[in-house]
């Protein structure tokens, strides 16, 4: 099995940088540092780096159709934001009753966001599967897909062809598959890699073009490529010990780049893993695919 090692490419030193895409129009990344409540833009043909405060932590977001629009997937709430003039438009809230923030989150095929959520215990203690994925489609109406419970909802991607969704609960270590249907159905989900032999957790994932899911894996330093028979065919080696999710970048779309994390970590941890929170670059020879937007319009728009 072949093997290369990412470099770090931004002293970001985050948090818990998280939910990296890459924007083809504005040939940059977008991120989130979801425990600051930042949202961060690297253009990497020049170096430059801007970020935003946002108004309570960002657990993920998509690109829209509409250009300097994002949604935001807030920690309980949705909404969309302006780039240029930071107006913020909410939409709703997200299991307001429960001990739960939202998590991971991508855009299907056909522009439609589907997100997880994330169980925040009250006092601490374990996590348990209390969360669940959902859909919002493009009307803005938002659905609970019938996955079962989660506590860490992650990896979330689809196939080139958008009739495979990927998705895990972090804790169980698994990454499961299942078929989803072009009205935005998921069914049929099944186990699909096993990491319960390793000592870390399955955290984001991205898909290539070929279809091979990039899997970045929380504690162990690395992101792993699955080819879509479920192979472990390539090792990226991260220098952080807790890498959060890889995205397809550059003009080529052959950059693999890398968020990761300091959370949790203690001062010694820290010490030792001196690269934590940084944003990480490895040139591989798949290409990825352009990230899918959501297809929605904020009613402001709609109103216009």
């Known amino acids: 099995m072949s093997g290369v090692v990412a470099t770090s490419v931004l002293d970001a030193r985050n948090v818990l940088g998280e939910g990296i895409q890459w924007c083809d129009r504005k040939q940059a990344l977008y991120w989130t540092d979801i425990q600051t409540s930042k949202l961060y833009r690297h253009r990497p043909s020049d170096a430059l780096t801007e970020s935003?405060?946002?108004?309570?932590?960002?657990?993920?977001?998509?690109?829209?159709?509409?250009?300097?629009?994002?949604?935001?997937?807030?920690?309980?709430?949705?909404?969309?934001?302006?780039?240029?003039?930071?107006?913020?438009?909410?939409?709703?809230?997200?299991?307001?009753?429960?001990?739960?923030?939202?998590?991971?989150?991508?855009?299907?095929?056909?522009?439609?966001?589907?997100?997880?959520t994330l169980h925040e215990p009250v006092g601490g203690g374990p996590k348990q599967p209390i969360g669940s994925f959902y859909r919002l489609d493009t009307d803005l109406s938002l659905h609970r897909l019938d996955l079962g419970g989660v506590a860490i909802s992650n990896s979330l991607a689809f196939s080139p062809d958008g009739r495979t969704m990927y998705?895990?609960?972090?804790?169980?270590?698994?990454?499961?598959?299942?078929?989803?249907?072009?009205?935005?159905?998921?069914?049929?989900?099944?186990?699909?890699?096993?990491?319960?032999?390793?000592?870390?957790?399955?955290?984001?994932?991205?898909?290539?073009?070929?279809?091979?899911?990039?899997?970045?894996?929380?504690?162990?330093?690395?992101?792993?490529?699955?080819?879509?028979?479920?192979?472990?065919?390539?090792?990226?080696q991260v220098s952080a010990r807790q890498p959060t999710r890889p995205a397809l970048g550059g003009a080529a779309l052959g950059q693999l780049y890398v968020t990761s994390a300091r959370d949790g970590l203690s001062a010694q941890a820290l010490s030792e893993d001196t690269q934590a929170g940084n944003l990480f670059c490895a040139p591989v020879s798949q290409r990825g695919l352009p990230e899918a937007r959501f297809a929605g319009h904020p009613r402001t728009i709609d109103a216009a």
């Open 52 to 116: 935003w405060p946002m108004p309570e932590r960002l657990a993920s977001f998509a690109l829209c159709e509409l250009d300097d629009w994002l949604l935001l997937g807030l920690a309980t709430r949705l909404a969309f934001y302006h780039l240029p003039s930071g107006a913020l438009e909410p939409l709703c809230e997200v299991e307001a009753a429960l001990a739960t923030r939202l998590n991971d989150g991508v855009c299907d095929r056909e522009g439609r966001f589907v997100f997880g």
């Open 167 to 236: 998705f895990c609960d972090s804790p169980r270590r698994v990454i499961r598959r299942g078929s989803y249907s072009i009205d935005g159905h998921a069914s049929d989900a099944e186990d699909w890699i096993d990491l319960r032999h390793i000592e870390g957790e399955p955290d984001g994932s991205t898909v290539d073009a070929e279809g091979g899911l990039w899997n970045a894996q929380w504690g162990m330093g690395r992101v792993v490529r699955y080819a879509p028979d479920g192979r472990e065919d390539l090792i990226v």
